[in-house]
């Protein structure tokens, strides 16, 4: 079955930090990559997306990512933090079936003034 | 402010109510989706529909029934709950992506439901 894993489930950074949240997916074919930020009291709302060309994604508010095929990862980054950045990150996936969404158990972060 | 509402946005309810949650797209979307997100799990997709037919159940217990009638909106009735069914309920909607292509795969997502069941 398809899974999606996030590595951190909390990070806690300073302003100004430079930013990485890990995530792997396990599926061999062709994937569409996701990830979604959910802001405090907020709904889920679309970072950034992969569908296919360029493998460096950028996305909204300075987020960045970058699909490694070999390493079935979709990592998220951004240079310099803010704290309106705090909030709870989600990688997703597609995969196989277009409209099955597998999400990871997101990353909480926080970021401290 | 987002293209999809849902309401109500809390619910408190006994395991013997029935009550329905609800959901609108202002997004001229042809699919939707209900997700439940619990503490510390991933979401896990519910239900899709796309032109107001289910298309797919993921293993759901009856005591959740969906009902779509119209692209533009989707319900989801509640009886017998369990305490372990408190979560938060996601509403979803996309394109079709025989129509839109890349675009029509893109969930747009609703503000949630935070349902309690005592």
């Known amino acids: 079955a398809q899974s999606v894993s996030q590595h951190n489930h909390h990070v806690i950074l300073s302003e100004a930090a430079s930013l990485e949240l890990g995530c792997n997916y396990s599926?061999?074919?062709?994937?569409?990559l996701f990830w979604y930020v959910q802001y405090p009291g907020q709904h889920l709302q679309l970072l950034l997306k992969?569908?296919?060309?360029?493998?460096l994604v950028k996305g909204i508010k300075g987020f960045e990512a970058e699909f490694i095929k070999s390493k079935f990862s979709f990592n998220l980054r951004k240079p310099s933090v803010q704290w309106s950045d705090t909030a709870e990150y989600f990688c997703?996936?597609?995969?196989?079936?277009?409209?099955?969404?597998?999400f990871g158990t997101g990353t909480r972060l926080l970021v401290s003034p | 402010e987002t293209g999809v509402t849902q309401t109500p946005r809390h619910l408190v309810m006994g395991m013997t109510n029935k009550k329905s949650l609800k959901c609108e797209q202002h997004l001229g979307h042809n699919a939707m989706y209900w997700y439940k997100q619990s503490a510390k799990k991933p979401l896990e997709l519910m239900f899709v529909?796309?032109?107001?037919?289910?298309?797919e159940n993921n293993s759901v217990p009856s005591r959740f029934s969906p009902e779509c009638p119209n692209s533009s909106h989707l319900f989801l009735h509640l009886h017998t709950l369990q305490p372990e069914d408190s979560a938060l309920y996601l509403c979803?909607?996309?394109?079709?992506?025989?129509?839109?292509?890349?675009?029509?795969?893109?969930?747009?997502f609703g503000p949630g439901t935070r349902l309690l069941v005592l």
């Open positions: 599926y061999g074919g062709t994937v569409n």
């Open positions: 529909y796309n032109f107001k037919e289910q298309t």
């Open positions: 979803a909607s996309s394109q079709e992506p025989g129509l839109a292509g890349e675009e029509g795969e893109t969930q747009y």
């Open positions: 992969y569908f296919s060309g360029d493998p």
């Open positions: 997703a996936v597609n995969a196989g079936s277009f409209q099955k969404l597998v």
